[in-house]
């Protein structure tokens, strides 16, 4: 049995380093220019050299997006960049655009191509199309169920891959296909510019009744009326692996290190049950608990199931639920005496009781109680951004572990 591939979001190089020390299979990021997330930190050449070589030498594959939609003046500045990075051994480019596929093809002849989401491939007629002109992989539009999923993957060929979104962001707009930022703010979507205009507070109102607001406004505050829910799809694997998906990619290059740990962590271990025994395969309610203590909307399975409804958007807030701050994050350790160097990420005080968890582990908890600076004297409070710490450990711990605490 071929087994899926899990792909997570890189924004920058210490995300790409957490990703994969946390389960992926996979990782995509960006440049410095021609992806569709300019917010993300995203990556100069040399950060990427190294975090393809950390990432190749754990046997994890590295896929370029440059999914943007190119207008007359990218052209020449996408040849020339192209032309700095053609020696990186990048797995994959991650493309929307003709132009951008011919100009790769250009300068890097072997290059694989992986159809991107914001190209709305919706059909098998459409998913032939795109195969025969050499691409690799089509990572699905949001809006596809999983019995067209499946007949697509019935009705093409075998050497054509299927990627899919699993968890995530949702996009009000036909698979990010928005003019709304670019209209109210003058940052192109398609450019990798979102300032997120669904995400903002609407009122409706008729021109010749000012001040008198229609049914869509839930109460007096206002509504969100464009604001999905997130997709989460931890709970259906194996329905995504019987369509015949073959890579289930988290959202999220602007997410934190923390975010990422969490919902990779998740997710492999959910896929990594289903292959230890599937026709036995129990999903563990324990794995979303889990997820949900990094930052987090509420949930929906987007399309996958049914057209969604007004259930699947929630119309009172587009705020986060943050139940556990992210305190800090293990640089080194000593399994002689206990004591692990620490990077804070956010305040922590002696008597807090903390909770620490690492890749393929599960969590334990404990109280903080010796807690020292860098230079050996002992603290009772981490009050400084990214100050290093020696804290002592109830059990051994490992680099890239993580502490947080309850709020």
Same mark, same amino acid.
């Given at each position: ?55 190749h ?11 943007? !939609? ?22 994959? /480019?991650?493309?929307?655009? *003709? ?7 250009e ?11 914001q ?9 032939? /199309? ?43 707009? !036909? ?7 670019? /209209? ?12 997120? *205009? ?25 509504t !969100? ?8 799809m ?20 602007m ?13 492999r ?6 292959y ?22 509420? /949930? ?7 057209? *969604? ?57 404990q ?32 680099v ?8």
């Amino acid at each position: 049995m071929r087994k899926v591939e899990l792909l997570a979001p890189a924004g920058d190089l210490e995300k790409l380093k957490i990703a994969v020390e946390y389960g992926a299979d996979a990782v995509y990021f960006g440049g410095e220019m021609f992806s569709l997330r300019s917010g993300a930190g995203n990556m100069t050449i040399d950060e990427i050299k190294e975090g393809i070589k950390y990432a190749h030498e754990k046997g994890v594959r590295c896929h370029m997006a440059m999914n943007v !939609y190119a207008h007359n003046e990218d052209i020449e500045p996408l040849r020339n960049y192209l032309q700095q990075i053609k020696e990186l051994d990048i797995d994959a /480019f991650i493309v929307s655009d *003709p132009a951008v596929i011919t100009i790769i093809r250009e300068i890097i002849p072997d290059a694989e191509f992986h159809l991107s989401t914001q190209a709305n491939m919706t059909n098998y007629v459409t998913a032939k /199309f795109w195969h025969d002109i050499g691409i690799k992989r089509l990572v699905l539009a949001r809006e596809l169920t999983l019995d067209e999923i499946r007949e697509i993957r019935a009705k093409t060929p075998d050497t054509l891959d299927i990627e899919s979104f699993v968890h995530g962001a949702m996009c009000i707009s !036909y698979s990010g296909r928005c003019l709304l930022s670019n /209209f109210m703010t003058g940052r192109d979507a398609n450019r990798g510019e979102c300032a997120h *205009p669904c995400r903002y507070k609407y009122r409706l109102e008729e021109e010749k009744r000012p001040g008198e607001y229609w049914p869509v406004d839930e109460d007096n505050r206002g509504t !969100y009326i464009f604001n999905s829910k997130d997709l989460c799809m931890l709970e259906h694997i194996p329905e995504l692996i019987d369509t015949g998906i073959m890579s289930f990619k988290i959202e999220g290059r602007m997410k934190s290190i923390f975010y990422i740990a969490h919902v990779v962590g998740a997710y492999r271990k959910a896929i990594d049950a289903y292959y230890e025994d599937p026709n036995n395969y129990s999903y563990n309610p324990e794995w979303f608990t889990e997820m949900c203590k990094a930052s987090h909307r509420e /949930f929906t399975t987007g399309f996958y199931f049914r057209k *969604p409804t007004n259930e699947d958007q929630n119309y009172l807030t587009s705020a986060y639920t943050r139940d556990y701050s992210f305190i800090g994050i293990v640089k080194n350790y000593d399994p002689e005496t206990g004591m692990a160097i620490v990077e804070q990420r956010n305040r922590m005080f002696i008597g807090d009781e903390i909770e620490v968890f690492g890749p393929g582990t599960d969590y334990f908890r404990q109280k903080l109680e010796v807690m020292l600076d860098e230079d050996g004297n002992p603290i009772d409070s981490a009050p400084h951004p990214q100050q290093i710490l020696q804290i002592k450990m109830d059990r051994p711990v490992d680099v890239n572990f993580m502490l947080r605490k309850e709020k």
